[in-house]
T-cell receptor
Framework: NAGVTQTPKFRVLKTGQSMTLLCAQDMNHEYMYWYRQDPGMGLRLIHYSVGEGTTAKGEVPDGYNVSRLKKQNFLLGLESAAPSQTSVYFC????????????FGPGTRLLVL | RKEVEQDPGPFNVPEGATVAFNCTYSNSASQSFFWYRQDCRKEPKLLMSVYSSGNEDGRFTAQLNRASQYISLLIRDSKLSDSATYLCVVNDDGSGTYKYIFGTGTRLKVLA
């Protein structure tokens, strides 16, 4: 089992460019999450999904969109990247919300110039 | 007040020492609590869940104090490999919702 994988691992964007981050899990988990981690701050939830075809906003959703067309994949899109979106992005999945362990992907480091 | 607060450290301890971290949370309705470990430039990984009665896993002991709204992590006989950042994670309101609240982490350095 690969667990949770993320692509790409690292990316540099110019302000205004767009990109999509891909998260894939092979654990048949219903719940998937996108977080960002910035220095001095805890992981903050961007968007999440409670099942295939569903998405919802988290704590810091502005500037991001998501889609979950297949249960195993959760995509995070940046339509027009801004320097404030420079961060490390982690995807996670869990079998249940709240009471079960979250499994994290290795992260994507994004630098927006 | 932050929803989940941790002392950022760093805690510098010699090998073999015992070290304890505390984490306070603001929502008294929270039901699920976890400690995660995060190595430098890596993803968080579950260290242990925290149960009401307290629980132990080898050299690691986790405690929950609902009255004072804090959880603790005790590491005995510290190893060099324990050097990492320890994240306190609290489920938002115990209703089975999606929301996990992460602390900013406590950094531990175990010195030879």
């Amino acid at each position: 089992n690969a667990g949770v994988t993320q692509t790409p691992k690292f990316r540099v964007l110019k302000t205004g460019q767009s990109m999509t981050l891909l998260c894939a899990q092979d654990m048949n988990h219903e719940y998937m999450y996108w977080y960002r981690q910035d220095p001095g701050m805890g992981l903050r939830l961007i968007h999440y999904s409670v099942g295939e075809g569903t998405t919802a906003k988290g704590e810091v959703p502005d500037g991001y969109n998501v889609s979950r067309l297949k249960k195993q994949n959760f995509l995070l899109g940046l339509e027009s990247a801004a320097p404030s979106q420079t961060s490390v992005y982690f995807c996670a999945s869990s079998s249940m919300a709240g009471v079960e362990t979250q499994y994290f992907g290795p992260g994507t480091r994004l630098l927006v110039l | 007040r932050k929803e989940v607060e941790q002392d950022p450290g760093p805690f510098n301890v010699p090998e073999g020492a015992t070290v304890a971290f505390n984490c306070t949370y603001s929502n008294s309705a929270s039901q699920s609590f976890f400690w995660y470990r995060q190595d430098c430039r890596k993803e968080p990984k579950l260290l242990m869940s925290v149960y009401s009665s307290g629980n132990e896993d080898g050299r690691f002991t986790a405690q929950l104090n609902r009255a004072s709204q804090y959880i603790s992590l005790l590491i005995r006989d510290s190893k060099l490999s324990d050097s990492a950042t320890y994240l306190c994670v609290v489920n938002d309101d115990g209703s089975g919702t999606y929301k996990y609240i992460f602390g900013t982490g406590t950094r531990l350095k175990v010195l030879a």
